[in-house]
């Protein structure tokens, strides 16, 4: 791998720390340059903000590696600036700080604005800074002090010069078909239980007798076969079982390793798979139950009534429900019913691929990161 | 008073070397041979620990409690009768009792190395069903959080009063039930330390993010089981601390173990999913609350019930129940009626160890009181000021014993919303809401009034015999040969701004320049003892210690000076820096000089003590001074959306003299903002299992510029009679009071379609689902 | 909160970025905007992480009588700055502003936001109701897919791992033509709770409306004409997919819709 090179405040670096280690990092801990502080290290506060060739951004999320002859710049490197100079006696007379802890990522955020903006209009100012939280001062100070600055006269930033990059690649195959939009596979619905943990239900047919679904549903192997990303290790007579189950979602991949039972009541055509299951290096941990009936819908179909509970501890579990459990796990439970009645007339699953572990696990880990990757 | 001292907005000296980067935050701190730590924390809120397995190769990098032989748990009694003491160990040993709590510890190079080990860290643990909703607590079935215990409660406590007499002649009535949700406390910078063993001292010294490291020091003492001359606890600069960093932390006694274990430098620093999820830990009040008022809206009773979420251990040193007991006391706020009756409950769950949160129990307190006075105001259909302005204790009423017993200490309680009433232009708003807006939403105005006690001293804190009593407050001043002044104090400066208002302070009374005044603070190194930066106390105890000390040291230059300007002691005075006598005067640095270097021309009776004291304080009175404000808020409801916009935000404070106006604006502004995060933004929510449901500033969402309105702010300033300067405590009061006021215009705005919102925060949601739930009644 | 080990590639050519993309544990990251923060918090451990932003092919723009195409790694700030020529009379450089904050703006991408697939981003939903097409780069060459028909669902769009965004296709407005978008943030710059935008382009026989913030693939009706003269039309799509299943969603959504109509100046009397 070719080593990448930065400028830090005018000075030439060679980068030479660990991929991983973000730009914030490489700053403070190799450059020694530590007014670039830490706040969230996911993106929110601001604290972190420096500036990449000219423009502010988050060091927290930026990589020395990826950035190979970017200009960088920190508050450190803008002590002899005139704009920053006007801004810190400005920070100082408007009583723009408390703690401080914001105030560098602040500065190079309001030295910005101030070259963008030219009324010093404070709700256009407010709604600037919104990508820099304060928890001491109320932003009163801050606004304050950036709109002096501007109503005192700032010379404009340079226009951005046009883009005139190669021009991007034209198509050159056949237009793809659009995917047909699958039909609803039934009416599902969503609830949390008292304890806490989500059910979701499904209830959909499948065109074949019930003794025939019945007689797959006791086949754990075959069941979960339908479901994408997920395999059983061991299958014990008594109905214990060991799998695991890859999840993939976005960026975001998990393995599950874990153990469960299963049980059937052919009286009531009706059965049950439990399991609980660690994701081995993010500690999360998942227990579920997968619950089905089967009921005659005529004598060639049989309507299946699945019903999933789960519950997550953990670092997936600690981020906000949402409702984008619904979707995925109708894909899933869709793809599920699909691969089911593949499996049943003979033919291999619809999709096998790992792109979800199976209804349970896929929807369990959306649900929980739907705030942090989007809402 | 002199140009540059009490009363004036002098800029802050401390603002430079922030402003260019410069500052030193403990993640700045770099020790040769430092690690770092990574803790493996409970996934669960409650369960029982069977084990901890790390693979073999990781061996002597991972630790548990099992390891740190001799190392006591955190314990934080209180001398109330009945509270149940619980004890916290470092790690957790038999059970955990929240998700988050630390489990072992992973040592490495680097942080981010440390956690790779963390990952592969196995905890064996049989999952408990858990205790999360405090309301259910109290019930038989609800799951045990200390095994030993009969029940779920640190402490019950009962006001009792003759309520029945005054709910009998009551023509309004009015019951509620509201709540406030959990917070974090979110500084900016998360909690931190530096621990190493300090060969050359002998001595373990601490760096921490803390607000009070002369506590810390003696509650590491008495964990780590060393004398405390043993350790030095030293807070460099602090990111923001708001509570939050006002205890002493299970992680500061690992990494203080783990330096000495290692004889290496130990560094932790906490991140913002460690905050979010293991330090949630504030505000979680529920009240059940009922108002009698006659049929002019004068308040007759109010029986109350209150419950304080105060999660598994607790905290050293305030306690577990520190929030609850206080309810009992200032539920009645600044009003005046003769009969209160309350029952607090101060309960324990399976979530992180609750910690006053600026304002600390005032918050939800005022947003219950404030909530019943404008109930009462819709039910005696009068204005929501007018209700306040019936019921609030009276100037002529001061000094005033309330019915708690709370001594008021002077103010014009009424006068504060009168002016809030004028500056928010109340009846412009009122004729605005009849015109109705232009784009439909729905436009509401609310007020809030508190007092806030702050600086409440030993005869306060003794009553609740936690491990920290607060009595004199002590600074150390003294004159450098070159005639500078050096003044520390044992407190801590977060943003305070200690730097600049103490040295304002020094200037008054020796009025040598501010510009040579150094201020050091937050070392037991170099200070004198303090119980730290609390309670709203700074500018009252540390400004009252650094006043008396200066008084001090300056009647000893003034003698010297007196003596070299061959005057009489009663005829000099400080002046301009100089000790200013009939015939001349004579520079503070020639007197410094003097001692030091000339002392053959120093009075034979000179003090030999020298120009260095060590002074302390306490006001002769010291249940605290009360300052009091009334917030307005003026909001726009938009019922499409349940989004609220904040037009306008008014408050009219008193905060006696204020030392440095500017930085009590700073204060007022930041404590409201944060006030508007409770009212419409912040909680932490639980699933049934106890699963924080929020580990990044996306879910967990924090006020931003634009969710600010410019707030104004009017003083009045009525001298404290009780301190030195006539100044009250004010640092806490900006986030006690929006809550209520926002809430109060919510329902304001939204009481054409019978929607009244009780929960915080009134996000758009709840706002949202309220009108819903409406529409669908009718 | 530390990334676990990866390694960087940063690719010479866009072959070489798809010889890299078919390692084992393989990403592509063009702003690192969203992945950047998965790394942190260890929700995403790929092995190898490909940065594409500096390829030339993908920082382009072309310019037809149809529309503009942008390379996948243009940036939110650039479109928003009009950096690059904007064929929807405003419409681009609106959406760009209103998306996160300036400091996330000037390193997010286009294409990077389209292959993320968040159903509460900005760009899947406008793009979709403005009727744009997505150019994705695999083993046969470059296919063009339309934005709605891009994502499958939440976070899952429709890309093999080793295929790149490489363009978007902006369609080119008419003088007549009538845009709106409106999205409802709890926080300005956080990731909305509902928007929509809305399209009547009568010259191109374009009436079309986009929902975002569902659960999963934006909701895209084609043809919005009916649901512009009676909103109440909206009722059986919403229920078809899925985003009637809590009033207050179904509120906000339908509140988005006539603030966006409103500003588009096709439904009157619309609070804003
Ligand atoms: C605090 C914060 C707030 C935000 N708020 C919003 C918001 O309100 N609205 C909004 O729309 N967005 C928001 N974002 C996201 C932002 O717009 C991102 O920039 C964008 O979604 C992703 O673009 P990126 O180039 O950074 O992608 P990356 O983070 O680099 O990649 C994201 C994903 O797409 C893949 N990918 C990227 N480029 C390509 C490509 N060319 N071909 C194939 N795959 C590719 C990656 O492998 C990865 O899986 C926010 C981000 C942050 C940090
Ligand atoms: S630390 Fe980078 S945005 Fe918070
Ligand atoms: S000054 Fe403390 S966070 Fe801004």
Redesign the interface.
């Known amino acids: 791998?070719?080593q990448?090179t930065l400028t830090v405040n005018g000075r030439r670096v060679a980068v030479d720390a660990?991929?991983?280690?973000?730009l914030a990092?490489f700053l403070?801990?190799r450059e020694m340059?530590?007014?670039?502080?830490?706040?969230?290290?996911?993106?929110?506060?601001?604290?972190c903000?420096v500036l990449?060739d000219g423009?502010?951004?988050?060091s927290?999320?930026?990589?020395p590696?990826?950035l190979?002859g970017a200009e960088i710049v920190?508050?450190?490197g803008l002590?002899d600036d005139p704009l920053a100079a006007r801004l810190?006696a400005a920070?100082?007379?408007e009583?723009a700080?408390?703690?401080?802890?914001?105030?560098?990522g602040m500065?190079i955020?309001a030295r910005?604005i101030a070259r963008r903006v030219r009324e010093p209009d404070?709700a256009r100012?407010?709604?600037?800074?919104?990508?820099?939280?304060?928890?001491?001062?109320?932003?009163?100070?801050?606004?304050r002090a950036i709109a002096r600055v501007i109503g005192e006269g700032v010379d404009a930033a340079p226009?951005?010069?046009?883009?005139?990059?190669?021009?991007?690649?034209?198509?050159?195959?056949?237009?793809?078909a659009?995917?047909q939009k699958a039909e609803?596979a039934g009416a599902m619905t969503?609830s949390?239980?008292?304890?806490?943990?989500t059910r979701i239900a499904q209830s959909f047919v499948t065109p074949f007798p019930r003794a025939a679904v019945w007689a797959f549903f006791q086949d754990p192997r075959k069941i979960v076969a339908c479901m994408p990303g997920a395999a059983l290790t061991r299958v014990e007579a008594d109905g214990r079982i060991e799998g695991e189950m890859r999840v993939a979602?976005?960026?975001?991949?998990?393995a599950f390793a874990g153990e469960g039972a299963v049980s059937a009541d052919p009286a009531a055509f009706s059965g049950a798979i439990e399991g609980q299951g660690?994701e081995g290096?993010?500690?999360?941990?998942a227990t579920g139950r997968v619950t089905y009936a089967l009921r005659e819908e005529g004598p060639e179909a049989t309507r299946v009534d699945v019903s999933v509970v789960y519950?997550?501890?953990?670092?997936?579990?600690?981020?906000?429900?949402?409702?984008?459990?619904?979707?995925?796990a109708?894909?899933l439970t869709r793809v599920f019913a699909d691969n089911l009645a593949a499996s049943l007339a003979g033919r291999a699953p619809v999709e096998a691929a790992p792109?979800g572990a199976g209804a349970l696990l896929w929807s369990m880990v959306?649900s929980r990161?739907?705030?942090?990757?989007?809402? | 008073m002199r140009p540059k001292g009490v009363g004036a907005s002098v800029?802050?000296r401390?603002?430079?070397?922030?402003?260019?980067?410069?500052?030193?935050?403990v993640?700045?701190i770099?020790m040769a041979g430092q690690v770092e730590i990574a803790f493996v924390r409970s996934?669960?809120a409650h369960g029982r620990l069977r084990g901890v397995r790390a693979p073999e190769r990781f061996a002597g990098r991972v630790f548990t409690q099992a390891d740190m032989t001799g190392v006591k748990g955190i314990l934080a009694r209180s001398g109330l009768k009945g509270f149940r003491v619980s004890e916290q160990p470092a790690l957790a040993t038999d059970k955990v009792r929240f998700?988050g709590e630390p489990v072992a510890m992973c040592v490495a190079e680097?942080r981010?190395e440390a956690e790779d080990i963390a990952?592969?860290v196995?905890l064996d643990i049989e999952?408990l069903?858990a205790n999360v909703d405090m309301l259910r607590a109290a019930a038989p079935d609800a799951p045990r959080v200390h095994d030993d215990w009969p029940d779920n409660l640190f402490l019950e406590t009962f006001v009792d009063g003759d309520i029945e007499r005054a709910a009998a002649d009551a023509a309004i009535r009015v019951t509620r039930k509201l709540r406030t949700s959990r917070q974090c406390m979110?500084?900016?910078?998360g909690k931190g330390c530096v621990a190493v063993w300090d060969r050359h001292m002998e001595q373990l010294l601490l760096w921490t993010s803390t607000q009070m490291p002369h506590i810390v020091r003696s509650g590491l003492a008495e964990c780590l089981g060393l004398e405390e001359r043993r350790i030095r606890v030293a807070a460099p600069?602090?990111?923001?601390g708001?509570g939050w960093k006002g205890l002493l932390q299970p992680e500061e006694v690992c990494a203080a173990w783990l330096a000495m274990k290692l004889d290496r430098p130990v560094k932790w620093l906490e991140?913002?999913?460690e905050h979010?999820?293991a330090a949630a830990n504030c505000r979680e009040h529920h009240y059940e609350i009922t108002g009698y008022a006659d049929a002019e809206g004068r308040l007759l009773a109010l029986d109350a019930v209150a419950h304080v979420d105060a999660g598994a251990y607790s905290v050293y040193p305030f306690s577990a129940c520190l929030e609850a007991a206080q309810v009992g006391s200032i539920l009645p706020g600044p009003y005046d009626f003769p009969a209160f009756r309350c029952r607090t409950y101060s309960v324990c769950t399976n979530k992180p160890p609750i910690v006053p949160y600026r304002g600390v129990a005032r918050t939800g307190v005022c947003f219950a009181m404030e909530s019943i006075i404008d109930a009462i105001a819709r039910e005696a259909r009068l204005e929501p000021y007018e209700v306040r302005l019936r019921n609030l204790v009276r100037p002529e009423q001061m000094p005033f014993r309330n019915v708690t017993g709370k001594d008021f200490d002077m103010g014009d309680y009424p006068e504060s919303v009168r002016r809030a009433v004028a500056m928010i232009g109340h009846d412009a708003v009122r004729e605005r809401q009849k015109a109705g807006e232009p784009d439909g939403r729905r436009v509401g105005i609310g007020y809030a009034t508190y007092c806030e006690q702050g600086a409440h001293g030993t005869s306060v804190y003794h009553g609740w015999g936690i491990p920290m009593v607060p009595g004199f407050e002590q600074c150390f001043a003294r004159f450098t040969p070159d005639g500078g002044v050096e003044i520390r104090v044992g407190a801590q400066s977060?943003?305070?701004?200690f730097e600049t208002t103490m040295a304002q302070v020094a200037h008054e009374i020796l009025s040598i320049d501010p510009d040579r005044v150094s201020v050091s603070h937050g070392d037991t190194a170099l200070s004198p003892y303090s119980t730290g930066t609390w309670g709203s106390r700074s500018a009252v105890m540390v400004g009252g210690a650094v006043a008396t000390a200066c008084e001090k040291l300056g009647a000893r230059a003034l003698r010297i000076g007196a003596h070299l300007l061959q005057a009489k002691p009663d005829e000099v005075r400080l002046e301009g820096g100089a000790v200013v006598g009939p015939g001349g005067s004579v520079s503070l640095d020639e007197v410094a000089r003097t001692f030091y270097r000339r002392p053959q021309n120093l009075p034979a009776d000179v003090d030999p003590d020298g120009l260095e004291l060590t002074a302390g304080y306490r006001p002769v009175v010291d249940t605290g001074t009360f300052s009091y404000a009334t917030h307005a808020a003026v909001v726009a409801v938009d019922g499409e959306t349940g989004g609220v916009e904040l037009l306008d935000y008014v408050v009219v404070e008193d905060g006696g003299v204020l030392l440095n106006p500017?930085?009590v604006?700073?204060q007022?502004?930041?404590?409201?903002?944060?006030g508007i995060g409770t009212a419409l933004y912040e909680a932490m929510?639980y699933?049934?299992?106890g699963?924080?449901?929020?580990?990044?500033?996306?879910?967990y969402t924090?006020p931003?510029?634009?969710e600010?309105p410019?707030?104004r702010i009017a003083h009045m300033e009525t001298p404290s009679p009780n301190t030195r300067f006539g100044q009250k405590g004010i640092g806490e009061g900006?986030a006690i009071a929006p809550p209520a006021a926002i809430v109060n215009a919510i329902n304001d705005a939204l009481a054409p379609l019978g929607v009244e919102i009780g929960a915080l925060p009134a996000t758009p949601h709840a706002i949202l689902s309220a009108i819903a739930a409406a529409e669908a009644v009718r | 909160?530390?990334?676990?080990?990866?390694?960087?590639?940063?690719p010479r050519d866009?072959d070489a970025a798809r010889a890299a993309l078919g390692r084992e544990g393989a990403?592509a990251?063009a702003g690192?905007?969203?992945?950047?923060?998965?790394?942190?918090?260890?929700?995403?451990?790929?092995a190898v992480?490909v940065?594409i932003?500096?390829l030339?092919?993908?920082?382009?723009?072309?310019e037809t009588p149809e529309g503009v195409?942008?390379?996948?790694c243009?940036t939110h700030?650039?479109i928003e700055?009009?950096?690059?020529p904007d064929p929807t009379r405003g419409a681009l450089p609106a959406v760009a502003a209103g998306i996160?904050?300036?400091?996330?703006r000037?390193?997010g991408t286009i294409g990077g936001s389209l292959a993320?697939?968040?159903?509460?981003?900005d760009w899947p939903t406008a793009l979709a109701a403005m009727g744009a097409h997505v150019?994705v780069?695999g083993a046969?060459?470059?296919?063009?897919?339309?934005v709605e028909?891009f994502a499958?669902?939440?976070?899952?769009p429709?890309l093999a791992p080793d295929e790149l965004v490489?363009?978007v296709e902006a369609p080119r407005f008419s003088a007549s033509a009538r845009w709106g978008w409106w999205k409802f943030c709890r926080?300005?710059?956080e990731?909305?709770?509902a928007m929509c935008g809305v399209l009547v382009d009568p010259d191109r026989g374009v009436a079309r409306a986009a929902f975002g913030?569902?659960?999963?693939?934006p909701l895209v009706i084609a043809d919005a004409s009916e649901a512009l003269r009676d909103p109440d039309a909206l009722a059986a799509p919403f229920a078809?997919a899925?985003l009637d299943?809590d009033p207050v969603?179904r509120r906000l959504h339908r509140a988005a819709f006539r603030r966006a109509a409103a500003r588009a100046g096709l439904l009157e009397d619309v609070p804003t």
């Open positions: 791998m070719t990448a660990p991929a991983r280690q973000h990092d403070r801990e340059l530590t007014a670039t502080h830490l706040g969230c290290e996911h993106g929110v506060c601001g604290a903000t990449i423009a502010p951004a988050r927290c999320i930026a990589w590696a990826a190979d920190t508050v450190e002590d810190r920070f100082t007379a009583h700080l408390q703690c401080g802890y914001c105030t560098p500065l955020m910005d404070e100012i407010r709604a600037e800074l919104s990508g820099n939280l304060c928890r001491c001062t109320g932003y009163a100070g801050i606004v226009p951005r010069r046009a883009l005139s990059g190669t021009a991007p690649l034209a198509a050159t195959v056949a237009a793809a659009a995917p609803p969503f949390v239980e008292a304890d806490g943990s979602l976005g960026p975001i991949s998990a660690a290096a993010g500690g999360t941990r519950a997550l501890t953990g670092p997936l579990a600690q981020i906000s429900r949402g409702g984008v459990a619904r979707d995925l109708g894909r792109l959306v990161v739907r705030r942090l990757l989007g809402r | 800029p802050r401390e603002d430079d070397r922030l402003l260019r980067g410069r500052g030193r935050f993640g700045d770099r996934p669960v998700a680097t981010a990952a592969e196995a999952a069903p979110a500084p900016l910078e600069d602090v990111g923001g708001f991140d913002r999913r979010l999820v977060h943003g305070q701004s500017m930085v604006d700073g007022i502004y930041g404590g409201a903002v944060q929510r699933d049934a299992n699963q924080p449901l929020a580990s990044t500033l996306a879910d924090l931003g510029a634009a600010t410019p707030i900006g | 909160m530390k990334a676990a080990a990866f390694e960087i590639v940063r866009l990403k990251a690192w905007q969203s992945l950047g923060p998965m790394l942190n918090l260890r929700l995403a451990r790929p992480v940065s932003a500096h030339p092919e993908l920082r382009g723009v072309s195409v942008y390379g996948a243009v700030a650039e700055d009009g950096a690059a996160a904050y300036r400091a996330v000037n390193r993320h697939a968040d159903p509460a981003a150019r780069l046969d060459g470059v296919r063009r897919v339309a028909d499958h669902g939440a976070f899952a429709a490489v363009g926080k300005l710059g990731y909305a709770e913030a569902t659960d999963g693939r078809a899925g299943h969603a």
